[in-house]
C-alpha cells in the first residue's frame, strides 16, 4: 500500500509531474560532492528586458551612468498627482457645463387623486441664461418634509422659460393635501 509522504516530491522522483527524471550525460564519482552554484534571483530590465538583480530597474547596458532609479514613492506619488489633477480638472469642466442654469423657482399647480396616490402637474421656470434641468423635491407643506418627500426629474428648460410637467407620486396617499415644491439649482 502506498502511502503518503511528508516531504514534497523532488526532481526526479516518480511521483514528480513537472519534474521529469535527468539521467547525467558524465558519470560523477559518488565520493566528490559537486558543488551546485547558487543563482541569485533576477527580475527583467525595465528597458530591454535584460537580468538584472532585485533593487536595480535598469541593466548596465541602459545605464551606463550608473544613475540612481527613481523610488517607487515617487513613482506612486506622480500617479496619485496626475490622478488627483484629471478628477479636479472634470469637476471643473462639469460645473462648467451647468453654469448659467437656474435657479428654477416652482409650483404645484394641479394634483388628482389617482389609484393610490396623487398625479400632480408641476410648473417650473428656468431663470437662468443656459438651458438646464433640474431636481425638486414636493413636501407635504403641513409637516415641512418631516414624514416624507418625493424626488421628481424636470425635462430640460431653456433659458427663461416655463415648462409643466406631469409627475405621479404615491408617498403621500390619495387624499387632498396641500403639497408645496422646491427646485435646487445645480
Known sequence: MWMRSWRPPVAGDRRSWHHPRVTPTNPVSPLAPTPTPIAEPTHPCARCGA???????????????????????????????????????LLVVARLSIAGSGPFPATVSAATPTGDGLSLTVTVTNQGKQTGQTTCRIVDAADGGISGSVFVLSPRIGAGQTVSFPAVVTEFGPGPRQLSVSCRTP
Open 51 to 89: 537580468p538584472v538583480g532585485p533593487g536595480i530597474g535598469l541593466c548596465e547596458r541602459c545605464n551606463p551612468l550608473g544613475l540612481r532609479d527613481s523610488a517607487s514613492s515617487q513613482v506612486h506619488g506622480t500617479v496619485f498627482g496626475v490622478v488627483a489633477l484629471t478628477m479636479v480638472l
